[in-house]
């Protein structure tokens, strides 16, 4: 898998064309994105599929745990155990949905909140002010449609891969214990006369 600092050039491709330079940036950008994310769960003492939880909290007001399990591709169970280990940390809030009880609303606390934006404020600032230095809104307009667009693509091909079975791979087999291998060197017993 391409770490992100090398392009990614097919036979006879031409490394200088702007479809090579526009892959490569886009790997380094992915790579620094999946950095942030890292450096991010770290420091909020999580994992990066708890992290992704996280950041899908502080984007809506409320959610389910069927809708957390189709965004994040995870099993109902899966995201059960995520979210017991998110609420342990008190970094979310479960209540039963006032219109069908046997729902379960979910939301992030206001504290968890503070820390997630604790963290990633200084680079939100910092961003938002240098690109909004370098590029007019014309120029943004633009790259929020090549984002959008992208986006969809990608999240297209992430279903695709989320509805192909996984590979299992081969177990390995048991070392022999000292039973299995008096008996395999036991010579066999003479048949059974009649």
């Known amino acids: 898998m391409p770490s992100g600092t090398e392009p990614v050039t097919g036979a006879g491709s031409d490394s200088d064309s702007v479809e090579s330079r526009l892959g490569t940036a886009v790997q380094a950008y992915q790579s620094a994105v999946d950095d942030f994310d890292r450096e991010l769960a770290r420091l909020m003492g999580v994992n990066e599929t708890d992290l992704r939880c996280l950041e899908i909290l502080l984007a809506v007001e409320e959610t389910t745990p069927r809708e957390l399990s189709r ?3 995870l099993t109902t169970g899966s995201v059960t155990t995520m979210l017991d280990r998110l609420e342990k940390l008190a970094y979310l ?3 039963p949905h006032p219109g069908d009880r046997r729902k379960t609303l979910i939301r992030i606390t206001p504290e968890a909140a503070r820390r997630a934006y604790g963290l990633i404020g200084p680079f939100l600032e910092d961003s938002g002010q240098r690109v909004r230095e370098r590029y007019t809104p014309d120029q943004l307009e633009l790259v ?4 959008t667009f992208t986006r969809d693509i ?3 091909h992430v279903e695709r891969l989320r509805k192909t079975p996984a590979l299992t791979p081969p177990r390995p087999s048991a070392p022999p214990t000292p039973e299995s291998r008096s ?3 036991a010579p066999a017993p003479p048949p059974a006369s009649t």
């Open 154 to 156: 990608q999240q297209r």
């Open 71 to 73: 965004q994040l591709g």
């Open 144 to 147: 929020i449609e090549y984002l």
């Open 93 to 95: 809030t479960r209540t």
């Open 183 to 185: 008996s395999a060197s």
